[in-house]
């Protein structure tokens, strides 16, 4: 598989799913519902889910159900409904483990630029879709990129998602994207994380979901190539980032919208 498969079409591509995986029911549930929704609209889809979440405020924070628990569910996901899967990965040596149950390995933005990550997810043959640092300049992911193709995978994506402003803000600057799309690869806009709150005093992320749909047209308004999308069904109660998720059953209406904005830019 590689990125070609995503971008086949005049459509955007969407990656979506929960931050990470809780159980197999839950993921199972929400992918169904996505790839319904999806098919329905013609617009590829990759379901997303973190096996493990590494980057945590407070010790105590949930990181997920065991590693080869939430891996084997994100391949039954994959099987179940044929579509492909992603995740994260946070070493060199995460790599080779999580390449056989997914189809895109996900650098996480605080890591773009470990090459000794970017050149492991690359010999795995997988897509590998890199997030663009907080700290970084869009033109600064060009270098990022390099890295994969250098060690031989061409199957690039880059990710927006926000620059630090502040201590406990983040901003999109709609200009990357197409400076990013002009290296060659496919970028994605990562909603929910662009609308995060970090460094909160009691330790836990806040978000602006509220905000989801503004950020959402304005990237399909920019030429973003795919969107991510991180939903849960009670975001309320989700065990990783639920204070910028959007919840599921307002992820048909959003889409819709997103597909005639698509239509009128194309």
């Not at 890591?111 to 043959?125: E, P, S, W």
């Not at 919208?257 to 830019?265: F, G």
């Amino acid at each position: 598989m590689n990125f070609k498969d995503f971008t086949s079409t005049d459509n955007f591509f969407l990656l979506a799913g929960p931050c990470v995986i809780e159980g197999e029911e839950m993921a199972m549930r929400i992918a169904e519902h996505v790839m319904a929704v999806t098919e329905r609209l013609h617009i590829p889809y990759v379901f997303k889910g973190s096996y493990r979440k590494a980057n945590r405020s407070r010790i105590d924070s949930f990181t997920g159900i065991g590693d080869e628990q939430a891996l084997k569910i994100l391949a039954k996901v994959r099987d179940t409904f044929g579509i492909p899967v992603v995740t994260d990965i946070h070493t060199a040596e995460e790599a080779a483990m999580a390449a056989p149950y997914v189809d895109v390995l996900q650098i996480p933005a605080f890591l773009c630029r470990q090459t000794d990550l970017l050149v492991a997810a690359a010999r795995t043959g997988k897509v590998v879709n890199i997030k663009k640092g907080q700290f970084l300049s869009a033109g600064a992911m060009r270098f990022a990129a390099e890295k994969v193709v250098e060690a031989g995978n061409s199957n690039v994506m880059l990710t927006e998602r926000g620059t630090t402003f502040g201590y406990q803000d983040l901003v999109v600057d709609y200009r990357g994207i197409p400076e990013m799309r002009s290296f060659g690869y496919p970028v994605i806009l990562d909603i929910t994380h662009s609308l995060q709150q970090p460094n909160q005093t009691t330790g836990v992320t806040g978000g602006m979901p509220q905000l989801i749909e503004t950020v959402a047209k304005a990237g399909i308004a920019v030429g973003a190539d795919g969107l991510f999308i991180e939903t849960h069904e009670n975001p309320a109660i989700a065990k990783s980032d639920g204070a910028n998720m959007l919840r599921l059953d307002l992820l048909e209406g959003l889409l819709e919208k997103l597909v005639r904005i698509r239509e009128a830019v194309k």
